[in-house]
């Protein structure tokens, strides 16, 4: 949906990837993962800049050079179409 969002009709912005990642910011979270199943999309916040930095993480035919990411358009569409949200932020379980 993010990317589609993002990147509306516009073949060249097809090309820029959109992937997940978990980011544990407290240096001594841990990720319970016993089969390893999400182990490759969790990084601790320390690692953060060097895992988006890695061009080796986007799959081929996607835009590794980011380039794309710096477009214009991107940030007109986010900034047209996010929003803060309202009432209460619920925590806990």
């Not at 509306?8 to 997940?20: E, H, N, S, W």
């Not at 081929?60 to 477009?71: E, H, I, M, T, V």
């Amino acid at each position: 949906m993010l990317k589609s969002l993002l990147a509306g009709d516009d073949p060249a912005l097809r090309r820029l990837y959109i992937g997940q990642l978990v980011v544990l910011t407290d240096a001594g979270a841990e990720l319970r993962d016993p089969d390893r199943r999400d182990a490759d999309e969790v990084c601790h916040f320390g690692d953060l800049r060097g895992r988006l930095a890695d061009r080796a993480t986007v799959p081929g035919g996607f835009d590794a050079q980011g380039g794309l990411g710096r477009d214009p358009r991107l940030v007109a569409t986010l900034t047209g179409r996010a929003w803060a949200p309202a009432g209460d932020r619920p925590f806990g379980n």
